[in-house]
């Protein structure tokens, strides 16, 4: 089926524009899926996972916006929403930001201290709101679908492995005990605002 597809239109392009050998090779890296035929209904590029550290650095400024570096939780929850609307047109696909809820984490202890989630659990539960439902909303630079958003979760092996080196611009090191809370704190919201609205994304890989 696939072949028949893809023999007609696209093989012979490939062929009158750089051979007939690479023709056949499109056709075989198809049918063993090393391309996805769907990469081919966008110019733009599929997927793509993110560093957020020019954002701590630079705001918005690098990528055309006026917002400078956030300081506190609320700047970086909104600073992240256009951020991720910014990247997230440039890609026809999935944009992973997986630093999402470790600056989270950062900007909240220095917002609130180390115990946020016991003195501000609310604020911390209406930015996480602010975030997810906006980011599930339509988008018209995608077509007008909602941005295609992942984020991960670490146990301390993988966080060590990911971030045992990590500083933040001010120097200091994150703490895998807050983030473990935090990200504990955000799956039992999540799961009860799904029972709420159906939010498809983030996308969380564990």
Excluded at 78 to 94: D, E, Y
Excluded at 143 to 153: A, C, E, M, P
Excluded at 189 to 200: D, G, P, S, W
Aim: with cysteine; glycine share 4%.
């Amino acid at each position: 089926y696939i072949k028949s597809c893809y023999d007609s239109f696209e093989k012979s392009k490939i062929k009158e524009l750089f051979g007939e050998e690479l023709s056949n090779e499109y056709i075989r890296q198809i049918e063993d899926h090393e391309i996805y035929v769907h990469d081919e209904t966008s110019l733009k590029p599929y997927c793509v996972s993110v560093s957020m550290y020019p954002l701590l650095l630079d705001g918005l400024t690098k990528l055309g916006g006026e917002s400078k570096a956030p300081k506190h939780l609320a700047s970086y929850c909104g600073s992240f929403v256009n951020f991720l609307f910014s990247v997230s047109s440039q890609f026809a696909g999935a944009v992973a930001t997986v630093e999402f809820l470790l600056y989270f984490d950062y900007f909240a202890k220095k917002d609130y201290g180390d115990n946020y989630l016991e003195t501000h659990g609310d604020i911390v539960k209406n930015e996480l709101q602010h975030v997810i439902y906006a980011i599930n909303q339509p988008a018209a630079a995608r077509g007008y679908q909602s941005v295609f958003w992942n984020i991960s979760l670490y146990d301390r092996p993988y966080f060590d492995s990911m971030f045992g080196t990590f500083i933040f611009p001010d120097s200091s090191a994150p703490k895998y005990d807050t983030l473990d809370k935090l990200q504990k704190f955000f799956m039992a919201f999540f799961n009860k605002e799904r029972e709420k609205a159906v939010l498809t994304f983030p996308v969380v890989t564990v």
